[in-house]
């Protein structure tokens, strides 16, 4: 039987409570554009690097590109991890596509021309939220790029059609939760990662069952549950812009 005591959330939070996060923009000085997340013990640096190329399925469309890769740093958490010298893992490819996606999403591709800007996002310090973190950061990184280029009159102006956030949200011991650490995350009922644009749009919702199956109004609860999260993150990456 789980004590009431151990039912508690870490840190005593509320369900709708997010971690303490907080964004350092431009914090890698040699990037095009960058910035640290942390959102509890979890630490994520996104970096945007700015090339004057496309992939080749893109040359001569006049359109750009956004693409992301996405790695754990050996000590990031209590076991190391083993370094992916070749080719990526399927959860490590999974969450780069992710990434890349979620930021296209958002990025005007005509208006940014050819040319192409890389994210990369290296885990610091994992416990749970890692992807969704990520993502978060690189949206303050690749406003910065496209910011560089507008300043540089590269582009005439930002080439982005709004702001993307991603936020964790579950069920556990019955209750909804909002921006799960891996304490909870390892023993969700159901676990969601949801990415939306500041219009309140969905990019994209992974969701899965660990447990048992759960009904629609579940779900209901936890996408309105993250929806209160990722309106604080774009604050939150609004302030941090504002900072740089």
């Known amino acids: 039987m789980v004590s009431t005591f151990n039912r508690k959330r870490p840190g005593d939070r509320k369900n709708d409570e997010l971690r303490q996060i907080e964004i350092i923009p431009g914090y890698a000085p040699y990037a095009e554009g960058s910035a ?7 630490h994520v640096l996104c970096t945007a690097t700015v090339e004057e190329r496309v992939p080749g399925f893109l040359q001569n469309t006049g359109k750009g590109w956004v693409t992301a890769e996405y790695g754990m740093l050996p000590r990031s958490s209590p076991q190391r991890i083993s370094r992916e010298r070749s080719l990526s893992s399927g959860r490590t490819q999974e969450i780069q596509r992710l990434i890349g996606r979620s930021l296209r999403a958002v990025t005007k591709l005509e208006a940014l021309g050819e040319r192409m800007v890389i994210i990369d996002c290296d885990v610091l310090r994992a416990d749970g939220g890692t992807r969704t973190a990520a993502i978060t950061g690189s949206y303050v ?10 300043r540089t009159d590269r582009v ?11 936020i964790s949200v579950g069920i556990v011991f019955g209750e909804e939760r ?15 990662n949801v990415v939306m644009t500041d219009r309140g749009e969905f990019i994209e919702v992974q969701g899965t069952a660990e447990a048992k199956p759960f009904s629609r109004s ?8 993250a ?18």
Request: glycine share 6%; no cysteine; hydrophobic share 50%.
């Open 36 to 42: 640290l997340i942390s959102a509890g013990n979890t």
């Open 141 to 150: 990184a690749l406003h910065q790029a496209l910011a560089l280029l507008k």
């Open 156 to 166: 005439k102006a930002i080439p982005l059609a709004g702001r993307v956030a991603a």
């Open 178 to 192: 909002l921006d799960l650490e891996y304490e909870e995350d390892s023993i969700a009922e159901v676990d969601f």
């Open 218 to 225: 579940r779900l209901d609860g936890l996408l309105d549950l």
């Open 227 to 244: 929806d209160i999260g990722i309106r604080q993150l774009f604050e939150l990456q609004r302030s941090a812009l504002e900072r740089d």
